[in-house]
């Protein structure tokens, strides 16, 4: 598999619903907001519809699904509720995440390894259905042989970490993490499948991710959308856009 030198950017745009959620109105419109990341520069959307429907709704994918003209990414966790809405819609990419109904957000990776049987019959009818297959995990070698093993099309990398320490000030760590993402990133790219990155990416955290010539593509969301409070949608997405482009080049 060839890299790249263009680098995607998913923009995530779960958190307008969740403030759209937090009055129980009909705005803001995750549509609206992702129509908008389109004319931004957004090479696709990324929306994850949890079982407990805590910011996206089923309407929400109905209606990103008749509008977009980049591509889904459909973020869910392995449920037969899920593949069944997944294979109604065959959106142009699934990508599978671990889900506890008590999480803030997504916590860390998804353990293929451990649950390689259950995952690979999983996603045989989605790759069927012409979805494009991905594995948010982390950076552990045993994660990336396992997916590479069930014949998913990209694993996405956990971040999160990385960013944890960063603001944390806890360096160290920091470059130690990142390091571990450049190993999973060189190994999984090895294996054949296709690389992308996200999870607590900002201005500041960027830069190295989007410099990994085995990334395809970076999800972002949270903290462009409450960056779009300060500076606008827009603007933010155009300045991390930029970001990428620099660290890539």
């Known amino acids: 598999m060839e890299t790249s030198d263009k680098l995607r950017l998913g923009v995530n745009i779960d958190h307008v619903a969740t403030v759209r959620n937090a009055r129980g109105s009909a705005y803001p419109d995750p549509i609206r907001a992702a129509k908008l990341a389109e ?44 593949q069944a809405i997944a294979l109604k819609h065959r959106p142009h990419a699934v990508c599978l ?10 916590e860390g990776g998804l353990d293929v390894a451990g649950d390689e049987s259950r995952l690979g019959a999983f996603i ?30 990209v694993v996405e ?13 806890n360096y160290a760590a920091r470059d130690a993490e990142l390091a571990a993402l450049k190993e999973g990133a060189r190994l999984a790219h090895s294996l054949g499948l296709e690389v992308h990155a996200g999870h607590g990416l900002t201005f500041e955290t960027v830069a ?28 933010a997405i155009r300045q991390m856009r930029a970001l990428m482009d620099e660290a890539r080049a």
């Open 208 to 235: 190295p991710i989007a410099a990994m010539p085995e990334v395809m593509e970076l999800n972002i969301g949270h903290f462009l959308m409450a960056e779009s409070l300060f500076i606008g949608m827009e603007a």
């Open 157 to 169: 990398l956990h971040t999160g970490a990385y960013c944890d320490h960063h603001y944390e000030g």
């Open 39 to 82: 004319s931004a520069g957004a090479d696709g959307i990324t929306a994850h519809l949890r079982e407990d429907r805590r910011h996206i709704r089923d309407g929400d994918i109905d209606g990103l699904m008749a509008t977009l003209t980049t591509p889904l990414n459909f973020e869910m966790a392995a449920t037969h509720e899920m």
């Open 124 to 153: 045989a009818p989605l790759i069927e259905a012409g979805c494009r297959v991905s594995l948010f995990i982390g950076h552990e070698p045993a994660q990336i042989h396992a997916a590479a093993r069930i014949e998913a099309a």
């Open 97 to 106: 995440v671990p889900e506890k109904r008590e999480e803030r957000t997504t």
